[in-house]
Each structure stands twice: as structure tokens, then as C-alpha cells.
């Protein structure tokens, strides 16, 4: 069963640095990876789809990119904004099975003035 | 840009009622689920459904049912809602493809 892990759960940051935010899974075989951003008591937010043929994709001040064979995914941010403040999430498609996304519980953000 | 819609933001309802949370998307997606999150759980899986009439079980069916008479909406009912089942209930759609998937805005519950 795939299992997806974030770390940190919580990060604070003052504005105008750069973060990477980390996601692993442990079954390698997947069929894409997605960044999603969480404002509090609102829906998800597609950022960014990494499919697992790729290493990276970019939107602006933000750049993820994917290791597949290590499990392994990060979500950089450049230049860091309060209105970064959020929650985000990784998700992974798993190859081969139904199209359900399977989730990390998440890295709450906060960039502080 | 594809818009999944939730019925609605809030809702408190009593133990033991039969509760529908609807969600509509305009984009013909073959896929659409439901999953539920909560802290420190984070977005778990209820159902999902691959077409009209089709649906499959997710993590945490249990206590749970679906529907999909139309392929734009996918309804998840609570036979007898209980206060174990307050949470938040997020709908997604999507092929599934190189675009991902997208989600609604999300349904708050509250069963009292």
C-alpha cells in the first residue's frame, strides 16, 4: 500500500527566503505526482503535475521536481510571500491501478513580516 | 478552467439523519470521488467513480454510499449521520491524465 510522508509538518520562514518542501512515497511506481496548496478551511489548489517520466516542472516562483527511483519529491519556493502562508500537499497516482490520489498529510507554511 | 462545485460550504445536521452532499463538474470528467479530511489524518479516500452508474470503494467506505445517475455529478450520502463523521468532505473530478485532477471547495459537516 502506497504511503506518502511529508516532512516538515510545520515550517515558519521570514519573508523573502527560499524553502523546499519535501514529499517521499514508498511504492516507486507511480504515474504522476501533484502539488496542491490548502488555505485554511477552504479546497485544494492545483500548483504543479509532475508526471513520472519528467524531473521537474515550474510555475513562477515555483519549481517541484521528482525522483522516482528514490521516492522522493520536493516543492521549492522561491523568494517567499506572506500570502505563501498555507498548507501544501503531495499527492501521487499510483501506475497500473484505479486513478485515486493518494495524500501526505502536509506541510502547514507560515511566512512571517 | 474546470470548476467542481459543492452544494454547500457548512452544514450541521443531527445524529441519525440521511445527509446528501452533491458535487457537480462542468469539464465531462470520467472520474470523480469524495474523500474526507481531517488532523493529523490528512485526505482519506471514501469513493470514487470511474463513470455513470460505476463506483468503487475507497479507504473508508464504511458508513458511506454514492451516487452517479449523470456523469457531471456524484452525490455522497450519509445513511445515518454520525458525530464521528464531522469532518471536512472534498470532491475531486478528472481524467486522470496529464492534467490531474481538481477539487471543489469543500463541505463542512457537522453532525451534533
Known amino acids: 500500500k502506497q504511503e506518502v510522508t511529508q516532512i516538515p509538518a510545520a515550517l515558519s520562514v521570514p519573508e523573502g527566503e527560499n524553502l523546499v518542501l519535501n514529499c517521499s512515497f514508498t511504492?516507486?511506481?507511480?504515474?504522476?505526482l501533484q502539488w496542491f496548496r490548502q488555505d485554511p478551511g477552504k479546497g485544494l489548489t492545483s500548483l504543479l503535475l509532475i508526471q513520472s517520466s519528467q524531473r521537474e516542472q515550474t510555475s513562477g516562483r515555483l519549481n517541484a521536481s521528482l525522483d522516482k527511483s528514490s521516492g522522493r519529491s520536493t516543492l521549492y519556493i522561491a523568494a517567499s510571500q506572506p500570502g505563501d502562508s498555507a498548507t501544501y500537499l503531495c499527492?501521487?497516482?499510483?501506475?497500473?491501478?484505479?486513478?485515486?490520489?493518494?495524500f501526505g498529510t502536509g506541510t502547514r507554511l507560515q511566512v512571517t513580516l | 478552467d474546470v470548476k467542481v462545485t459543492q452544494s454547500s460550504r457548512y452544514l450541521v445536521k443531527r445524529t441519525g439523519e440521511k445527509v446528501f452532499l452533491e458535487c457537480v463538474q462542468d469539464m465531462d470528467h470520467e472520474n470523480m470521488f469524495w474523500y474526507r479530511q481531517d488532523p493529523g489524518l490528512g485526505l482519506r479516500l471514501i469513493y470514487f467513480s470511474y463513470d455513470v452508474k460505476m463506483k468503487e470503494k475507497g479507504d473508508i467506505p464504511e458508513g458511506y454510499s454514492v451516487s452517479r445517475e449523470k456523469k457531471e455529478r456524484f452525490s455522497l450520502i450519509l445513511e445515518s449521520a454520525s458525530t464521528n463523521q464531522t469532518s471536512m468532505y472534498l470532491c475531486?473530478?478528472?481524467?486522470?491524465?496529464?492534467?490531474?485532477?481538481?477539487f471543489g471547495s469543500g463541505t463542512r459537516l457537522t453532525v451534533v
Open positions: 475531486a473530478s478528472g481524467t486522470g491524465g496529464i492534467y490531474g485532477y481538481t
Open positions: 511504492d516507486s511506481a507511480i504515474y504522476n
Open positions: 499527492a501521487v497516482r499510483a501506475a497500473g491501478t484505479a486513478s485515486k490520489l493518494t
